[in-house]
């Protein structure tokens, strides 16, 4: 596999001015190239043109499925239609991903850019983007930046003396992370629930207010000025074989260097981890990596070196999703990471269709269950059955992809999941039901700190003389050890005998 | 759901909106007349269309803090739309609440960044500080806790929020500080627009 | 601004601001700047990174230093933040993290003034395309 | 029109382009069982979320299972309807759906009408795997219907019909995920939003979500009570629906048995709605000649187009939604409350009963219906013209349990002089019916001349919105007809903004008229019902004798006995009334 990697790893297209320009100045994004392609789109390239070099980009989708960019574009210019819409999706959602918010306050006109490029490309005069309400300094940025662009008439009537005429406009999120999906955003922008509906159709040919629409997410927008400008072969000589270009990764988690990097297609977790993100917090033992978001998978030290694009995430049970990747170390428990992602996925399914509204539910039910202490392996068996039922038959990609959290930990750590089912065990000691603590009576002094501080009086014992603590009480707030002085109480992981 | 009376002092009076063309639904309801005009003026900022109806509504929650029954009545009146689908849509989205929020509104960041970094014992703290759980507000309107999924600012892990203004690495023990500058009438801490 | 009407336009204006730009970085220049810019995406902020922009216009121009600070957005350290890019003229731009008062202080007494480099320097660790 | 080729369970299918895998795969006999879709052909009404995910098929070279009831076909599709991968997807999804519905099917109003139950039991589910938390909501009884929606499985079909088929706008989903659920605005009882108490969300529901208030107890109890006497009327549409229930091929009228059973059940006397049908006519039709001859005689202020008034759905939809028009229609109320009104005075006098000593009893295809006869301007003195209104389900249940072999009950007559009913009066449960049966009394009427032939074609047929023009005598009357409430607020929105041209129009509140009623039984998205149901209704107008009203007998006899002439003072008073405005609806507010 060919790879091209700058010598220190990170190589940034998407991000090029991040960091760089004063964002709610335009002149300072004008002294760094910005619009300089969306001119020469206009004054030197047919529509069918700028296709064509996207299409031999290689450039595919950076907001999760990676759908070839200039073939979607393609799609919606041959729609025949009055009206078309170009709209840009904002509504980050994966919870450890903010690239998008990154870029939208680092570098608004590259997103501007980009989507007049796009306008022209497949004839259409409108604009939209969809931003999450929960990003008000991206939101001011992008205002500014609209106006200040209006203003210099690289938005507008006439944009650049060609006649091409483009107008941008804001439509806000409002909480519901199912709009990332186009169906659902299109709905939304519409002033309605944001439910998915069926596709096809599809937005290129039946979109919002039912116009043939294109919808691209911000990165990958970022990315279209410098490909107009250095042209589709310098951007398909980066990355693998089906994947070009770079890809932002939002790094977060246990790791010593959490931020925003940009490395091409192909780059290995373990650079990644290691280099680029300086190793695991506190030295500790790495234990996996989520990427994908709700909708993707833990890799682990077996994935270390696999080289990440998007078919090698796909294999190995994840999704590149948009780019979040979350490290884990020995103490965060599987399960409970697996139940954390269905908690958020019962909170956000839009309950249209039956089995992510109610097989998620079921399948967060087995899990509470399972970190209880309460599960037996039947319940391992109908995990599996039921996340695979969901995928086959749920209506759009959050419901389809719902249940990977469960599938990869099921898969990659087997193990736990059996602990906790048959040895009652957590070994991260996360699940409260799951361990005790218990007082070592060497070391106790009998100074009724922690019988003091119990919220349940939970804790017994004559002064001066050793204490017990009743595990049939204790709620495992965790007070006892942060008061005891004497580090007499410990967090004991064996299955607490039941009474 | 119980949707909430606006506070007493509002209801200065009944009084009906008024009906600009013949397909005006009328609809009486408690509220006084100046924020029924200023509901009006919003949807019409917005040309009462239904698309924007989501726009209308952030824009009428930022300036009434919050969306009860009679609010949705008025803008389903000026949009033309029923008074169900406001309804449906305020409900569907989490960013929408129909029960008044405390003056400094404190969001928990729940994202998985967060999550792995000891977001629910900041939660726990929290509701323990003020003795409220998640979607209320303190007795005295001040507080009110929410949960947010990811704000994007995983590298500050773990967030929260009061109003707009971030505080990232919390720790546990911050939260009793943090909760501080709010405590007392302190103006200089109000919620910073960034 | 007026309005920008042509591709050819637009090149002249990039042109001309771009010259302005490695005008204040000449050493040469009598009018030649110190460049400063603060991380100020979401993350920069809620860690206080207006609060570090403010002081440093504050405190270049009483100590009379020619400068200019501005805003930008992420550079990518989050861990660091906030996080704050130096430029002396004719000098490779150096990125400082964890920037608090006295960090700032410091910052300007040893490097701005003697060109000391002080710790908290992040290396650079990425390329662009330009 | 592009002919598509593809295999479904290796059968070679041709269809048209844009043919769903379900269409395609039911014209080869291949029924994928659905939950969610429901289509009523040539209604234009359709549902299909494609929520339920029941019908999910295997397609060739596809990653997940495709959903037959909005996956278009394509060419050389190859589609497997029943492999185990489909099989268990399949059970599974309606053991999810189970797993979130109570399992009180025993006592359930639903049970053996349960689309959801009858899935259960074809895909032979004998455990649910799947133990958690159920969906709770508070229930709402309204005058009509009952909403019990731990039992909605959110299909949608009630939404599309309140919203999209009759634009009332009562019900909307609401809440997201597990909780989502659909209800009125601020989850309010039904009684406190828009709902015009059409009923055609219990009839689309395939659960017991939705269903009916059930009378039968309190009509029992009357029967029982040996101080009362109990009379029934029974309206034209329930003759033709009611056979239905006991087996009978759709569209068998079963006027005779009908009239033996109730008899059999205890009822005093068992009359006819269409009776009171006739006498509507009478009256509305005078109405409409007097503002004709007004508005020809130049006077501005004539009230023109009128309406008909006997749907109280469509009335309840105006009063909400058009408080501006409540002076056009008719003001002759429908023949439920005639019936009521000349019953409690009339025939009580006749029979020596008092008022508070008579129960009138109703059997209608309608849930509105049960709304009306509690309406206050049907009282006096407290005491309503109609005491009970029982659909055309609750008669049937009733009937079983009275223990009677219906297939085998001797045709019977209904009891007089309430009960002598002419063609015109019959096929006020269809489409059309009632603006014709008021076109052959009037035209009479107007003209002084006999019809030459009785049935107005141009004025049937199952179009939302038709008209037709009549030439009475060279006088060219325009005629508007719309059923199904969007229909409804379309035509009115012409006649709001002044750009209609009707003397008169006739609505309808359920789509297809009374036939196709809220209080009928369930159709289960099968419109062939409906049209049998139609030709029944017309074939027994063309059995009578007596076509037109005013040449019912007993009508005569009564205006000449007891109301004297037709709109007069008596009349006024007995059988005409008032709209309110109901726009004016304060949001109130519920605290559990």
């Given at each position: 596999m060919e790879k091209q990697i700058t010598q220190q790893g990170q190589l940034r297209i998407a991000l090029r001015n991040c960091g760089m320009l004063d964002p709610e100045n335009i002149a300072e994004s004008i002294a760094r190239d910005a619009y300089q392609a969306l001119g020469k789109v206009l004054k030197e390239l047919s529509p069918q043109e700028c296709i064509n070099i996207l299409k031999q980009s290689g450039l595919r989708g950076r907001g999760g499925a990676g759908f070839p960019t200039g073939l979607k574009w393609e799609i919606a210019s041959k729609s025949q239609s009055d009206q078309k819409y170009v709209v840009c999706n904002a509504d980050e959602g994966d919870p450890g991903a903010f690239m998008d918010r990154s870029i939208l306050e680092g570098d608004p006109h590259s997103v501007l850019e980009a989507m007049a490029i796009c306008g022209y490309c497949i004839g259409a005069d409108k604009g939209l983007i969809y931003i999450r309400a929960e990003y008000p300094l991206a939101i001011k940025r992008l205002r500014i930046a609209i106006d200040q662009a209006m203003e210099d008439g690289l938005l507008g009537k006439n944009i650049l003396g060609s006649g091409f005429n483009f107008e941008i406009k804001l439509r806000y999120g409002a909480g519901a992370f199912v709009c990332g999906e186009e169906t659902a955003l299109i709905h939304s922008m519409e002033g309605k629930r944001g439910e998915p509906t069926n596709k096809p159709p599809f937005p290129a040919t039946s979109g919002f207010m039912k116009k043939p629409t294109n919808v691209n997410n911000v990165e990958t927008f970022a990315n279209i000025a410098p490909i107009i400008l250095k042209g589709p072969d310098w951007f398909s000589s980066i990355g693998t074989k089906n994947s070009k270009g770079t890809k932002v990764f939002a790094l977060a988690g246990k790791i010593n260097n959490v931020g925003l990097i940009e490395v091409p297609m192909g780059t290995s977790l373990r650079e990644i981890i290691y280099e680029i993100g300086g190793g695991i917090k506190e030295d500790k033992k790495f234990k996996a990596v989520q990427t994908g978001g709700p909708s993707g998978g833990c890799l682990t030290e077996k994935h270390l070196d696999t080289p990440i694009d998007y078919e090698n995430l796909i294999e190995a049970g994840s999704m590149m999703g948009s780019g979040g990747m979350i490290v884990m170390d020995e103490n965060d428990c599987m399960v409970s990471v697996a139940k954390f992602y269905l908690d958020f996925i019962v909170g956000e399914s839009c309950g249209k269709c039956t089995p992510c509204r109610v097989g998620n539910k079921r399948l967060y039910e087995i899990l509470e269950k399972i970190t209880q202490g309460k599960g037996v392996m039947k319940d391992l068996e109908k995990l599996k059955n039921l996340s695979y039922i969901i995928k086959d038959t749920a209506l759009c990609g959050l419901g389809q992809t719902s249940p990977n959290p469960v599938l990869s930990t099921l898969e990659n750590f087997y193990d736990e999941y059996y602990e906790h089912v048959v040895e009652k065990k957590c070994r991260a000691g996360?699940?409260?039901?799951?361990f005790h603590y218990v007082i070592n009576e060497e070391l106790c002094v009998g100074c009724a700190a922690c019988k003091r501080c119990c919220p349940v009086h939970a804790i017994t014992g004559d002064k001066r003389m050793p204490h017990y603590i009743d595990s049939n009480i204790c709620i495992r707030c965790g007070e006892c050890i942060e008061k005891c002085s004497f580090d007499a109480i410990s967090i004991q992981l064996e299955p607490k005998i039941l009474v | 759901m119980v949707p909430k009376l606006m506070c007493d002092d509002d209801m200065v009076d009944i009084y009906s909106v008024p009906s600009g063309d013949k397909d005006s639904l009328k609809v009486t309801i408690k509220l006084s007349k100046e924020k029924i005009e200023t509901i009006n003026r919003i949807c019409a900022s917005f040309e009462n269309n239904p698309e924007e109806l989501i726009n209308v509504l952030h824009e009428t929650q930022n300036t009434l803090g919050y969306l009860p029954a009679e609010v949705q009545e008025i803008i389903a009146h000026n949009l033309k739309i029923s008074s169900a689908h406001v309804y449906g849509v305020v409900t569907f989205y989490s960013y929408f609440t129909m029960v008044p929020k405390g003056d400094y509104p404190i969001s928990v960041c729940m994202g998985t960044a967060c999550y792995v970094r000891g977001a629910e014992k900041i939660l726990e703290e929290l509701k323990k500080e003020l003795k409220i759980g998640i979607g209320e507000t303190t007795p005295d309107q001040r507080f009110s806790i929410s949960c947010l999924r990811c704000v994007g600012a995983c590298g500050l892990a773990p967030v929260l929020m009061v109003g707009e203004k971030v505080y990232g690495s919390v720790s546990p023990d911050d939260v009793k500080k943090i909760l501080n500058e709010y405590r007392e009438d302190n103006e200089d801490c109000k919620c910073q627009q960034l | 601004m007026t309005r920008i009407k042509s591709l050819d336009e637009l090149k002249n204006k990039r042109d001309e601001l771009k010259s302005a730009l490695s005008l204040l970085d000449d050493p040469d220049n009598p009018d030649r700047k110190v460049q400063i810019k603060v991380a100020m995406a979401t993350c920069g902020i809620a860690s206080g990174a207006r609060s570090i922009k403010d002081f440093l216009t504050a405190e270049l121009s009483k100590r009379n230093i020619p400068s200019v600070v501005t805003q930008t957005g992420c550079m990518g350290y989050c861990y660091a933040e906030p996080t704050i890019e130096v430029k002396l003229p004719g000098r490779e731009a150096v990125i400082f993290g964890y920037v608090d008062r006295i960090k700032a202080d410091e910052i300007i007494e040893k490097y701005i003034k003697k060109g000391e480099l002080t710790e908290g320097v992040i290396p650079r660790n990425y390329s662009t395309i330009d | 029109m592009e002919m598509i080729e593809l295999s479904i369970d290796n059968k070679l299918v041709s269809v048209q382009k844009g043919t769903t895998i379900l269409k395609a795969a039911r014209k080869v006999g291949i029924d994928i069982p659905t939950l969610c879709h429901m289509e009523l052909h040539n209604m234009s009404i359709e549902n299909k979320p494609g929520s339920c995910r029941v019908c999910v098929v295997e397609v060739d070279g596809r990653r997940n299972l495709a959903p037959a009831c909005v996956t278009e076909v394509a060419p050389g599709m190859v589609v497997n309807t029943h492999t185990a991968r489909v099989l268990n997807a399949r059970k599974t999804i309606v053991e999810l759906l189970i797993s979130d519905h109570p399992y009180d099917c025993l006592v359930c109003a639903k049970s053996g009408n349960c689309e959801l139950q009858s899935i259960a039991h074809k895909f032979g589910?004998?455990?649910?795997h799947f133990k958690g938390e159920k969906s709770t909501y508070r229930k709402d009884t309204s005058p009509s219907i009952i909403r019990d929606v731990d039992k909605c499985i959110m299909c949608r079909r009630c939404e599309m019909i309140c919203n999209e088929v009759q634009t009332v706008g009562a019900l909307s989903a609401v809440n997201r995920g597990f909780i989502s659920v659909v209800a009125p605005a601020f989850e309010m009882d039904l009684e406190h939003s828009p709902c015009t108490y059409c009923g055609q969300c219990v009839s689309v529901c395939p659960t017991g979500a939705l269903t009916e208030v059930d009378s039968t107890h309190k009509v029992l109890l009357s029967l029982m009570d040996k101080s009362k006497t109990v009379i029934v009327q029974t309206a034209p549409s329930v003759r033709a629906a009611l056979g239905e229930e006991f087996g009978l091929p759709p569209g068998t009228l079963v006027t005779g048995k009908m009239v033996a059973a109730l008899r059999r059940m205890g009822f005093d006397y068992v009359f006819d709605t269409d009776f009171a049908a006739d006498l509507t006519i009478m009256e509305e039709g005078t109405e409409l000649l007097g503002r004709l001859r007004a508005h020809l005689a130049g006077e501005s202020n004539a009230k023109l187009p009128i309406l008909t008034s006997c749907c109280p759905g469509w009335v309840n939809f105006l009063e909400y939604n058009f408080p501006d028009l409540l002076h056009i229609p008719s003001t002759a109320k429908s023949p439920q409350q005639m019936f009521g009104a000349i019953a409690k005075t009339y025939f009580a006098d006749q029979i020596g009963v008092k008022r508070q000593d008579l129960v009138v009893v109703s059997m209608m295809p309608c849930l509105a219906k049960k709304y009306e006869c509690q309406r206050d301007e049907f009282k006096v003195n407290g005491n309503p013209d109609v005491d009970f209104s029982m659909t055309t389900r609750e008669l049937a249940d009733f009937i079983k349990q009275s223990n009677i072999d219906f297939l085998n009950l001797p045709d019977e007559e209904f009891d007089n002089p309430l009960g002598e009913s002419t063609g015109a009066g019959v096929i006020f449960g269809n489409t059309g019916g009632v603006i014709e049966a008021a076109c052959r009394t009037a035209y009479e009427l107007y003209t002084g001349k006999k019809l030459e032939t009785i049935e107005f074609e141009n004025l049937r047929g199952t179009e939302g919105i038709r008209s037709a023009k009549l030439d009475f005598d060279g006088l060219t009357l325009n005629i508007g007809i719309a059923h199904g409430l969007s229909n409804a607020r379309r035509l009115l929105g012409d006649v709001r903004a002044g750009k209609s041209n009707y003397h008169a129009i006739e609505i309808m509140a359920c789509t297809g008229g009374c036939i196709a009623g809220g209080g009928q039984p369930y159709h289960h998205g099968n419109s062939e019902i409906l049209r049998k149901r139609r030709d029944a209704i017309y074939s027994e107008d063309k059995g009578k004798i007596i076509r037109k009203s005013h040449e019912n007998p007993y009508i005569l006899k009564l205006y000449k006995d007891f109301l004297g002439q037709a709109c007069g003072h008596k009349s006024h008073e007995l059988l005409h009334t008032v709209y309110h405005?109901?726009?004016?609806?304060e949001v109130t507010i519920h605290h559990d």
């Open positions: 996360h699940c409260k039901n799951l | - | - | 589910i004998r455990r649910i405005d109901k726009s004016n609806n």
